[in-house]
Each structure stands twice: as structure tokens, then as C-alpha cells.
């Protein structure tokens, strides 16, 4: 592993110094103007005699809805700069302006209001840009661009500070931007070429505008810029950017028990995020014991798998920059992992367990250089995290240790190579557990780990063709039992008793493996794309301390083509139909997975959209539905789902889904569900999202039973049951703005859903998904009175606990955000978390989203208040 790690650091450090040829510029270019007197006021008028003498840009045309049309509207779009500054004017003219839509959001807030986007690539690298939008309603949004693509790699989470001004007058509406050129990333010279684009988008038409018109056939985004010159005599000083907080919270239970003495955990905290330049290309931010208190909640579930879900990032220092942290297919770094749950947990009568790990402060290092490298570097310390369990026959309250403290390193090195945007590069990751003394720890946690790799992006042909790969490591070391319950885990199940190919060792104390793909892909063209992708993951390869990592033991591969038509027709404005196949084996030669999958969809003339996915899943050997256990046959399933839907830029806006699958066994899943989202007024918003869905798992797994009787299962009874299961959840969004800098934003999610377990059997023979069912052949079922299970099967008896369940959850989260100064913000916080679990088995229905909330649960009442402290340093 040292030969690899130093091959892998070898390659990144070869990333800093190859040569690179330079992206050529597009045809069209723009001129930006230095102004010799006063800059404009930021009013939004469009009077100030700065203004004048500055041609301004006017030629656009239709992306849509026709393409390369001219544009129904007249758009005027002024650039100018002075030494501190880019100042951008637009008059965006409209025949009937009272159908220009105003809807105002909080900044970076979806909506459906017109609006107006000015996009820089201020390294001239056709690959990345800040893009900077202002809607007719006065309302701003920014982001960062990661990747050449208008859809892909935008991080809205990029807020710098800057100032705009909209007004609406009888000849449409004017805007008025000021970016001090503190908040861009640009090479030092003495004189600047950037890329630019303009976008105008008028929803009440489905019309966008585009300054540097790009077909839809073609792949790329900022790869196709236009050039913006005469910007000459300028520097990217970034200041020195404090923002210290103060939070204040209180937790409250809904149902309060008198006799909890954790039911009273108020709190005050204090911590400081800090942003800062080094040079003009490179900077770092910091935070210090940062609070994350006005982060949406993560949805709710019941979770019946052996495999824990993904959820999104959402915590705003992790969101800025994740793309350039992450590597498509390589699983290396999962930033969730950073300040998670601790692993361990206390019990007691009253038990106050810590829900994250608590980060003692991060920095983060991000930047380029002119030489068209890359670099991001994450670096990131959790204190120990300490349960308090509470005893009530002696009243002594025990301090348990669940965590220890960690450290996380993430290193990335991106280069761009050639003259069409191709990319090469490397990650490592780390972790580091402390040695805290405590044999539970130990044998729960490793204590620390590796992984990296390098991934490539060819592209060639002018962008039509790319060959995508990743080749990587996976390494973890730690006390002899953690490693064998990794070994032991549902990414690896070395333990299975019929794979010959594996080897578990209980006595090792580190796990190395490896990773691969290759993909070919078509990415442009008139009609015909495709892509063929084959990787693979070797049964050692562990990456979930850092990273997320489902399953390894794999050799998987895929194919897909997709026919289209992107210009409008007499019937439809654009179309495409697509066929794919996918497929795995582990490493034992055994064909895990074998699916084709068939999709259509279809945009008609008045915008609505409709898709239709048909699949087959063949029938394969699963190595991780016993858990462990040897293989078992997975049935042939089908099904469909639909969707149809008009324009989310719609006032009111609206999309249903319809789903089914069916398969050999007698499984089956129905699911229903829809949103709506209704925009009455410029203020406000509200959305709803009801779904519905019922199903039936002919095969869900209950229990290994150790047996020397069940010889034909290698000395184990694999139990399976099916499974009805309903879910039904409501979320429930509204948003209203006074002004564009305060917002409220509600979001609240009920949910409930209902299992019933019965048929119960054991897998009758590695290979076979047929079961022996309880209650027949020899065998005795009997339903206990608390719902559990007592089989006797020969000599052998067990008894199996209920798992019927009935699972209410109410989960919400009320913010009012006060953005009360420049870059500072106040935040008043309500999340509410309420939640029950029966073993009732009874089915639930929509009205039991009704009970959801008056069920037991937490209050969480949080202010917090931010101040933007800036401290730009002499030049």
C-alpha cells in the first residue's frame, strides 16, 4: 500500500507541472469600458451619465423555444469597470410589461420571476465561471460553476457580496449590478480576457435568450463563451472576511416527562467562520465550532435494507466547492461523514445522546492557478462526543464516551489538459481516530484510513466524445475485531460461508483493496448519443470512514443509447428515446446483476413533459440478501412508471407520478404521487408533495438462525418472510418574502408508513429463492401474545421478535432569515421532531398523516445573528 500511496503522489505532483494547451476563444466578443468619473448609483434607473458613450450589447436570439430565432423582445445589456469594480446595466424591454413575473424569493431561492443571468469565466479555462442572476423583482442569486456544463456543477452556495437594483417602468424593467472584483478569482496581468455570457429568461413565454446562442445538440456550456476584453489594470485583492456568530437554543419536549432530567438542555454558543485571500488565486475558509442549526432536516424513512441511505449535503460550508471535491464513480469522499452520529450509544432510564458529533473547527483551501491547476484541500477536527445516561434506581447519571476525537484530511488536484476542456487529476483521502483507551471503542471503530486515486476526462472531436475513468485505493487499519466487523459489514460480507474467492481473517488488522471504471461516452450530436462503462471493485476496497462505499466484491458494467430530436416539430418540441443495459458479477464468477431498461420522454408545444420508463431486472444471485449467508436467487421483476408535468416556471406548476413493478414471487410496489406549487402573488410561494405508495417483498430478510441441523445452509437457518408495506408522507412547503433580504421560509413533512411481516420461511438451498415455509413440513409457527414468533423445526426451536411496525413522524423547520447588513445575517429558528414506532402492523392511510402531529417529539428554538467583518489589505 506505501507503493501505491507514493504512486498516487507521484501522479498528483506530475498534475502541477505538465504543460497545457489553452482552450481558443469564441468568435463573438464584448468590450468592457473603464469609467473615468463617478460610478453609477446602484438604483436601478439607468440614468447616470457614466452610462453614456457605452455601446451596448443587443444581439441575442431564442434558445427556445426556437431555436435561433430572434428574440420577441429587446434586451440592452451595458459592461463598465473602474478600479474596484465590474458594473453590469441591462434594460430588458417588454411590449406588455404588466406580464412580466415578479415573484420574490430569498437570495438563490427558486422561482419562477424573469430574470437576467451575466456569467464570467474569469480564467478563460471554458470550464468554469461565477454566474450572477438578478430577477425583475429585485431578488439575487449566485453560483459557482464547477464543471462545463449549464446544468451540472453548480454550487449556489458560492455568496459573495454585491450589490443590484431592479425598477419597472412602462418599457419593461432595468437592472443595475455592482461585483467588486474582490469577489472574483481572476490571474494576475495586466490585462484580463474573460469568458461571457448573457441569459434572459421571460417565463410567462418559455423564452430564453441567449447572447452567445448555444444548440442544444452541443454539449458544453462555458466551453462556449463569448470573449470579454478591455478590462485592463485591475487586481483580485480578497479581503480578510470574519463572520462571528452567536446562537442561543433550547430544545423542549412536546410530551415532557417530570421525571427526565435532560428535559432542560438550553444552550449558548459562539463561533467565527472566516474567509481569506491568498494572492489573487487561492483561498482559505475557516469555521470554528460552526452551527448548522438552520439546515433543513434530512426526510424521513423506514429503512428495511442492510445498507444505510444517502442523503444530501446541506450544511453550507461543506455545499461551496463540493463539486471539485467530489470524483464520479469513485466513492472516496462523502463530506456527511464529517461531524456524523456518533457510532456508539449509552442506555439508561433517561438517556441524552448527542445527534452529530460536534466539529471543533475546518478549514477549506480552494483556488487555481494560471497554469490551469485545481486544487482543493478540506481538513476538518470532531471533539469526542459523550452520552449522559440516567439510572433511576440509584439516581446516578453516568457520562459515556460514544465517540472520539477524529481528524479528516481531503486533498484534490485537478489540470486541465488540451484545447477542449479535458481534465486529469487526484484525490486522497484520510482519517485518523485518537486512541482513546476504550476496548468498546476499539473494537467498534478503525482507527484510521486511506484512500485516493486518479480520474481522467477526455474530451475529443470538439467535445462530442469523452473517455471518462477513475483508478483508486482503499485502505483501513485498526484493533483485529473492527477489522473483522468490516470484514463482517454489508459492504464486504467476507463471512459467507459458499465464497470461495474470500478469505475472512479475524486477526487482521487492515483492509486494502482497490477500484476501476472506464467509461466511453457520445455526449453531442444531432440525433444518436451512447456511452458504455465497465469498473470494478475488489472485495478488500473500504472507503466508509471518509467516503460512502454500498458494496465492493463487484465487476459491473453498463450501455446506453439515446435517440432524439431537439428541434420543434408539428407535435412536439423535442423527444428522445433511450435503451440500456446493465450488468455485475463479484468476483466469484457469479452474475449478480442483469437489468434493460427501456425510457422515453417528450416535451409537447405548450411545455408540458412526459416520460415513460419501462425495466426488467432478469433474474440473478444476490450475495447480500442472506446478509452473510451463502447466495440466494433473485426472481425476475418488471415495471413502469410515468410522469407528466407542465413548466415549473409556471405560476402554478404541477407534475404526477405513477409507478408499478411486479415480479416472480408475488411482489409487487403501486406508488402514486404529485406536487403542486402555486405562486399567487410575487411574495409568495407554496408547495405541496403527497405521495403514496403500496408494496409487497417476497423475500425480506428476518433473521440467521445458528442450526448444525440446516446442513444443506452451511450450519445457519436463513429466515425471510414477505412483507406488506405502506408509505404515505405529505411535505408541505411555503415561502414569503417581505423584502428580497427577509424571508421566511416553512417546511414541514408528515409521514407514515406500516409493515406486516407473514409467511415466514427458511431458505431452502444456497442458489434457490425457494423457501420452506413455518407451519408446514414438519414444522410448528406459533404466534406468541406479544407478537413474536416460536418455530420448531425437528430438535431445533427459536423464537423471532415481532417486526410489524407503524412508524408516525412529523418533522419541520420555520426560518426567518434577516440578511440585516451587508454578508450579515439573523436566523430564528423552530424545527419541530416528532416521531413513535409500534409493532402494530396496521395498515396506515392518509389520514393517519393527520396523528403526525400530536405525536411525542422535540421543540428546537434557535436565534442566531451573524456579522460580516471585512479587512482588505493594502495592495
Same mark, same amino acid.
Given at each position: 500500500m506505501r507503493h501505491v500511496t507514493c504512486l498516487l503522489l507521484g501522479s498528483l505532483a506530475w498534475l502541477a507541472v505538465v504543460p497545457a494547451a489553452f482552450a481558443q476563444p469564441s468568435t463573438k466578443s464584448a468590450t468592457a469600458v473603464r469609467l473615468t468619473g463617478q460610478p453609477p448609483r446602484i438604483d436601478g434607473l439607468l440614468d447616470d451619465a457614466s452610462w453614456a458613450g457605452i455601446v451596448p450589447l443587443d444581439d441575442f436570439l431564442q434558445l427556445r423555444p426556437v431555436e435561433g430565432a430572434a428574440p420577441s423582445e429587446r434586451t440592452l445589456v451595458f459592461v463598465a469597470y473602474d478600479s474596484d469594480a465590474l458594473y453590469i446595466g441591462a434594460r430588458m424591454f417588454r411590449s406588455r410589461p404588466k406580464d412580466i413575473l415578479?415573484?420574490?424569493?430569498?437570495?438563490?431561492?427558486?422561482?419562477?420571476?424573469?430574470?437576467?443571468?451575466?456569467?464570467?469565466?474569469?480564467?478563460?479555462?471554458?470550464?468554469?465561471?461565477?454566474?450572477?442572476?438578478?430577477?425583475?423583482?429585485?431578488?439575487?442569486?449566485?453560483?459557482?460553476?464547477?464543471?462545463?456544463a449549464s446544468n451540472d456543477g453548480r454550487e449556489f452556495q458560492y455568496d459573495p457580496v454585491w450589490d443590484v437594483?431592479?425598477?419597472?417602468?412602462?418599457?419593461?424593467?432595468?437592472?443595475?449590478?455592482? #461585483? /467588486?472584483?474582490?469577489?472574483?478569482? !481572476?490571474? $494576475?496581468? @495586466? *490585462?484580463?480576457?474573460?469568458?461571457?455570457?448573457?441569459?434572459?429568461?421571460?417565463?410567462?413565454?418559455?423564452?430564453?435568450?441567449?447572447?452567445?446562442?448555444?444548440?442544444?445538440?452541443?454539449?458544453?456550456?462555458?466551453?462556449?463563451?463569448?470573449?470579454?476584453?478591455?478590462?485592463?489594470?485591475?487586481?483580485?485583492?480578497?479581503?480578510?472576511?470574519?463572520?462571528?456568530?452567536?446562537?442561543?437554543?433550547?430544545?423542549?419536549?412536546? #410530551? /415532557?416527562?417530570?421525571?427526565?432530567? !435532560?428535559? $432542560?438542555? @438550553? *444552550?449558548?454558543?459562539?463561533g467565527m467562520d472566516a474567509k481569506f485571500g491568498i494572492g489573487s488565486n487561492f483561498t482559505v475558509d475557516a469555521t470554528i465550532n460552526p452551527d448548522f442549526g438552520q439546515v433543513e432536516a434530512d426526510p424521513a424513512e423506514v429503512n428495511l435494507t442492510a445498507f444505510e441511505t444517502s442523503v444530501d449535503e446541506r450544511r453550507p460550508f461543506f455545499t461551496e466547492g463540493a463539486r471539485m471535491m467530489n470524483v464520479s464513480n469513485s466513492s472516496t469522499f462523502y463530506s456527511r461523514r464529517i461531524g456524523a452520529a456518533p457510532h456508539l450509544s449509552a442506555s439508561g432510564d433517561f438517556v441524552d445522546q448527542p445527534r452529530a458529533s460536534r466539529i471543533l473547527g475546518a478549514a477549506k483551501f480552494t483556488g487555481r492557478t494560471a497554469s490551469r491547476l485545481s486544487v482543493g484541500a478540506i481538513a476538518a477536527v470532531t471533539d469526542r462526543a459523550y452520552a449522559r445516561a440516567f439510572t433511576a434506581d440509584n439516581g446516578l447519571t453516568e457520562r459515556v464516551l460514544v465517540e472520539p476525537r477524529t481528524a479528516y484530511g481531503v486533498v484534490r488536484l485537478q489540470r486541465e489538459i488540451g484545447s477542449q476542456a479535458s481534465t486529469i487529476g487526484g484525490i486522497v483521502t484520510a482519517m485518523r481516530r485518537e486512541d482513546t483507551g476504550n476496548p468498546l471503542l476499539?473494537?467498534?471503530?478503525?482507527?484510521?484510513?486511506?484512500?485516493?486515486?486518479?480520474?481522467?476526462?477526455?474530451?475529443?472531436?470538439?467535445?462530442?466524445?469523452?473517455?471518462?475513468?477513475?483508478?483508486?485505493?482503499?485502505?483501513?487499519?485498526?484493533?483485529?475485531?473492527?477489522?473483522?466487523?468490516?470484514?463482517r459489514s454489508s459492504a464486504h460480507y467476507f463471512q459467507r460461508p459458499d465464497a470461495d474467492h474470500l478469505s475472512y481473517d479475524a486477526n487482521s488488522r487492515s483492509l486494502d483493496g482497490y477500484t476501476a471504471t472506464v467509461k466511453v461516452n457520445k455526449d453531442a450530436g444531432q440525433r444518436i448519443l451512447w456511452g458504455a462503462e465497465v469498473g470494478t471493485r475488489t472485495p478488500g476496497y473500504e472507503t466508509n470512514d471518509v467516503g460512502r462505499l454500498t458494496s465492493a466484491d463487484d465487476v459491473d458494467y453498463n450501455a446506453d443509447i439515446q435517440i432524439r430530436e431537439t428541434q420543434p416539430g408539428r407535435y412536439l418540441r423535442s423527444w428522445r428515446l433511450g435503451f440500456e443495459t446493465d450488468g455485475a458479477f463479484n468476483y466469484g464468477g457469479n452474475r449478480t446483476n442483469h437489468e434493460w431498461a427501456q425510457s422515453s420522454s417528450m416535451t409537447f408545444l405548450n411545455f408540458w413533459s412526459l416520460s415513460v420508463s419501462t425495466k426488467v431486472d432478469m433474474a440473478a444471485f444476490s450475495d447480500t440478501l442472506t446478509r452473510g449467508g451463502p447466495l440466494a436467487r433473485t426472481p425476475t421483476s418488471w415495471g413502469q412508471d410515468f410522469r407528466l408535468g407542465n413548466p415549473g416556471s409556471r405560476r402554478t406548476s404541477w407534475r404526477a407520478n405513477f409507478g408499478w413493478a411486479r415480479d416472480q414471487l408475488g411482489g409487487r410496489r403501486n406508488s402514486l404521487s404529485s406536487s403542486l406549487t402555486l405562486r399567487p402573488a410575487p411574495r409568495w410561494q407554496l408547495s405541496i408533495e403527497p405521495s403514496y405508495q403500496v408494496s409487497t417483498d417476497a423475500r425480506q430478510y428476518v433473521a440467521t438462525v445458528a442450526d448444525t441441523e440446516a446442513i444443506a445452509t452451511f450450519g445457519a437457518r436463513y429466515v425471510f418472510s414477505y412483507v406488506d408495506r405502506v408509505t404515505t408522507s405529505l411535505k408541505t412547503r411555503f415561502n414569503?418574502?417581505?423584502?428580497?433580504?427577509?424571508?421566511?421560509?416553512?417546511?414541514?413533512?408528515?409521514?407514515?408508513?406500516?409493515?406486516?411481516?407473514?409467511?415466514?420461511?427458511?431458505l431452502r438451498a444456497p442458489r434457490t429463492n425457494a423457501l420452506r415455509a413455518y407451519g408446514n413440513e414438519g414444522t410448528i409457527l406459533t404466534r406468541l401474545p406479544d407478537g413474536s414468533y416460536h418455530i420448531q423445526t425437528g430438535p431445533t426451536s427459536f423464537t423471532l421478535s415481532n417486526r410489524d411496525f407503524n412508524v408516525l413522524s412529523f418533522r419541520s423547520n420555520a426560518v426567518l432569515r434577516w440578511e440585516w447588513a451587508r454578508g450579515s445575517t439573523l436566523f430564528l429558528v423552530w424545527q419541530q421532531n416528532r416521531h413513535t414506532s409500534e409493532a402494530l402492523g396496521d395498515r396506515v392511510g392518509v389520514t393517519d398523516l393527520l396523528n403526525t402531529t400530536r405525536v411525542a417529539g422535540d421543540n428546537y428554538l434557535a436565534v442566531k445573528i451573524s456579522y460580516w467583518l471585512p479587512f482588505t489589505p493594502r495592495r
Open positions: 415578479r415573484s420574490l424569493t430569498r437570495r438563490d431561492g427558486s422561482g419562477s420571476a424573469e430574470h437576467l443571468q451575466v456569467t464570467f469565466d474569469t480564467y478563460l479555462d471554458r470550464r468554469t465561471g461565477y454566474s450572477f442572476t438578478v430577477t425583475a423583482a429585485g431578488a439575487r442569486a449566485d453560483l459557482h460553476h464547477s464543471r462545463d437594483a431592479t425598477t419597472l417602468d412602462a418599457q419593461g424593467w432595468v437592472a443595475e449590478m455592482r #461585483i /467588486p472584483f474582490s469577489q472574483l478569482r !481572476f490571474p $494576475d496581468g @495586466a *490585462r484580463q480576457e474573460w469568458g461571457l455570457q448573457l441569459q434572459r429568461w421571460m417565463p410567462d413565454k418559455d423564452e430564453q435568450l441567449q447572447w452567445v446562442m448555444i444548440p442544444a445538440k452541443e454539449t458544453g456550456f462555458i466551453s462556449r463563451f463569448g470573449t470579454l476584453t478591455g478590462i485592463e489594470a485591475v487586481k483580485s485583492v480578497r479581503p480578510i472576511e470574519l463572520l462571528p456568530y452567536v446562537e442561543s437554543d433550547a430544545t423542549r419536549a412536546a #410530551i /415532557p416527562d417530570p421525571a427526565d432530567p !435532560f428535559s $432542560d438542555p @438550553a *444552550r449558548v454558543r459562539v476499539a473494537s467498534r471503530l478503525s482507527q484510521q484510513a486511506f484512500a485516493g486515486g486518479v480520474d481522467w476526462h477526455i474530451r475529443f472531436m470538439d467535445g462530442r466524445y469523452a473517455v471518462t475513468g477513475y483508478a483508486g485505493f482503499g485502505s483501513v487499519s485498526g484493533d483485529p475485531a473492527a477489522i473483522a466487523r468490516i470484514q414569503y418574502a417581505f423584502t428580497p433580504a427577509i424571508t421566511l421560509e416553512v417546511y414541514a413533512e408528515t409521514f407514515a408508513a406500516s409493515g406486516r411481516y407473514y409467511r415466514l420461511g427458511e
